[in-house]
């Protein structure tokens, strides 16, 4: 018997939805604020000071206010209701975000690299740091280090991936300003080629999380399964449901930060059909109350003493 009924979301899952769409909102205007501040002035200071590594960090506070809008579109896009096209809601509009970032780190690491490279090739070409370029970095250290733990700190409460691949972003803003901090340092006491070497360095530190949100991205994307964790709390909430003897072939797949779980429900063969039908209705909705599930597809077989659970 197959239950393959569509279940609502029901008005808690209605709230976190719309929690963590509003918390979503508001830490990433935040980040637009504050990355548009310091793009302005890093790229500006870092022109007239003569820091190549100020520059490069400029322009990844600028991929980060990119990425900011891409966070905000794709929040709005998932919080839509389920339609007649996507059964299941828009959720993996954040696992497309999250590719997009990914994407976007990569190009922005690279175009850093190259240019990074250019210039310690051609060390004579290298011109002196003025001062400011270190004041302009050590502020942007404390910036995007507080911004990282705002960021995070909602995320977290909310359990959102996508907000904090985000946080995590904000995150290598601060080391890569660091590491930026300490090239002007460099070149200010004499040894011109730290400049660039720390926007080369800055250049492999975004290259590095980007690949890394995009192959988590597109292994969502593929049907990736839930954790071994959370697969083995639901099969213990499933088999301590009364009336199933068992279960065979559990199966997740992510759906942005939701799951889906299909799920062979073994009970006793001489019940009713009404009765397994109840029993597989009541396992459903306890793995729907205690986790983070949009849906679990029952089918009910008879328990069998030699049957193999998996």
Request: charged share 20%; proline share 2%; hydrophobic share 45%.
């Amino acid at each position: 018997m197959a239950d393959n009924n569509f279940i609502n979301i029901n008005d808690e899952h209605d709230n976190d939805s719309h929690e963590r769409f509003q918390a979503a909102r508001k830490s990433t205007w935040v980040s637009v604020v504050v990355n548009c501040l310091l793009t302005l002035v890093q790229v500006v200071t870092g022109i007239f000071s003569g820091s190549q590594g100020l520059i490069a960090d400029g322009i990844h506070s600028l991929s980060d206010l990119i990425a900011d809008f891409v966070v905000l579109i794709a929040n709005q896009k998932s919080k839509k209701e389920p339609d007649e096209d996507h059964h299941y809601g828009h959720h993996r509009y954040e696992n497309g975000a999250s590719l997009i970032l990914g994407a976007l780190l990569m190009v922005v690491g690279i175009g850093m690299l190259w240019s990074s490279a250019n210039k310690i090739h051609a060390p004579d070409s290298i011109p002196q740091v003025h001062i400011a370029a270190l004041w302009i970095a050590l502020l942007a250290i404390v910036f995007k280090e507080l911004l990282f733990r705002y960021m995070l700190s909602v995320a977290t409460r909310v359990k959102s991936s996508m907000l904090i691949a985000n946080a995590w972003h904000a995150r290598s803003d601060a080391a890569s300003s660091l590491v930026v901090a300490l090239g002007i340092i460099g070149n200010i006491s004499g040894f011109k080629l730290l400049d660039p070497i720390a926007a080369l360095i800055v250049g492999l530190i975004i290259t590095k999380m980007g690949y890394s949100f995009l192959a988590d991205a597109l292994h969502d994307l593929m049907d990736r399964s839930a954790d071994a964790e959370t697969e083995e709390k639901i099969r213990q909430t499933l088999l301590e449901t009364n009336g199933v003897l068992g279960l065979h072939n559990l199966k997740t797949r992510k759906m942005a930060d939701s799951v889906i779980v299909d799920v062979h429900l073994e009970v006793n063969g001489d019940l009713s059909v009404r009765e397994g039908h109840d029993i597989a209705v009541n396992a459903r909705k306890s793995v729907l109350e205690k986790y983070n599930v949009l849906n679990v597809m029952t089918h009910v077989d008879p328990y069998k003493d030699n049957c193999q659970n998996q």
